[in-house]
C-alpha cells in the first residue's frame, strides 16, 4: 500500500510518501502561500525520491484543516483532482489531529492551539489511551483566557498559537510547551492516522470532503 500524505493548513506545506508499515520520504517547505503552481511539482520530486510512480499510489491521506482558508482549499482540492483522476480512495483528517500526534505516546494531556487570527486559536484536546492519542474535545475555537480555564492538569501545549498565549500572557504553571519543531503539522504524522481507515477501506466519499472550518460565516459564498 503506496500512500500519497499532504496537509497544507498552515504556512507549512508538508508532503510525505509512506508504504507499507513505514514513511518512505517526507518535506517541509515554509511557504507564505500556498498555491498549486507549488504543490504538484513538489509531489513530482517527493515520488521520484520514492522511486514511485503516481499511478503507483494506493490512496491519498490529506490534512482537512482547520487553518489558512486558501492553502487548504488548494491543497484539497489536488488532492480530490488526483483521486479522481487515478480512481484512488482518500481519507480526510483533521490538521489538529495531525498536530497531536507529533507529540509521541506521552502521559500528559495535549492541547493543540493553533493561530486563528483576530487573537483566537484552533484548538483541540487530547489522552493517551491504549497506545494511542484519542480526542478529548470538539474542534473549537476560542480565545486563550477560554483554553487556559479548560485546562486542569499537567498539558503539553503546542502550535503557532503559543505565540498568542505568551503575548497575553495565558501560561499556567501546569503548561508544558512542546518544542518549536512540533508547532506545524508534519505529512509523517497523517500516516499513523489514516493507515488504520485504509486498512478497514474506511474510505472518504471525495466529491463530499470539505475543508474544516470553524469561521463558517467567513467561508460563504453570497449569492
Excluded: H
Aim: proline share 4%; glycine share 6%; net charge positive.
Amino acid at each position: 500500500m503506496n500512500l500519497l500524505l499532504l496537509d497544507t493548513s498552515t504556512k507549512n506545506f508538508s508532503v510525505a510518501v509512506a508504504s507499507q508499515d513505514r514513511v518512505l520520504v517526507r518535506k517541509n517547505i515554509i511557504l507564505e502561500k500556498i498555491l498549486s503552481t507549488s504543490i504538484i511539482p513538489s509531489v513530482v520530486k517527493i515520488l521520484k525520491k520514492a522511486k514511485l510512480k503516481l499511478r503507483e499510489v494506493d490512496g491519498f491521506g490529506v490534512g482537512i484543516g482547520p487553518g489558512s482558508f486558501t492553502s487548504l482549499r488548494v491543497g484539497l482540492a489536488t488532492i480530490k483532482g488526483l483521486a479522481f483522476a487515478l480512481d484512488k480512495p482518500v481519507v480526510g483528517v483533521s490538521s489538529l489531529d495531525v498536530m497531536a500526534m507529533g507529540c509521541g505516546l506521552t502521559d500528559a494531556s495535549v492541547c493543540v492551539v493553533c493561530d486563528a487570527r483576530r487573537d483566537l486559536v484552533y484548538t483541540c484536546f487530547y489522552r493517551k489511551q491504549n497506545d494511542f492519542l484519542i480526542r478529548q474535545s470538539d474542534y473549537m475555537l476560542d480565545s486563550p483566557q477560554e483554553v487556559v480555564k479548560k485546562i486542569k492538569e499537567n498539558t503539553i501545549l503546542l502550535g503557532d498559537g503559543i505565540t498568542i498565549f505568551k503575548k497575553q500572557g495565558f501560561i499556567k504553571k501546569n503548561v508544558i510547551i512542546a518544542q518549536e519543531r512540533l508547532w506545524l503539522p508534519d505529512a509523517k504524522n497523517l500516516w499513523p492516522l489514516v493507515k488504520p481507515r485504509f486498512i478497514q477501506e474506511k474510505y472518504d466519499d471525495a466529491d463530499k470532503l470539505v475543508p474544516l472550518y470553524l469561521y463558517p460565516e467567513d467561508c460563504q459564498v453570497k449569492k
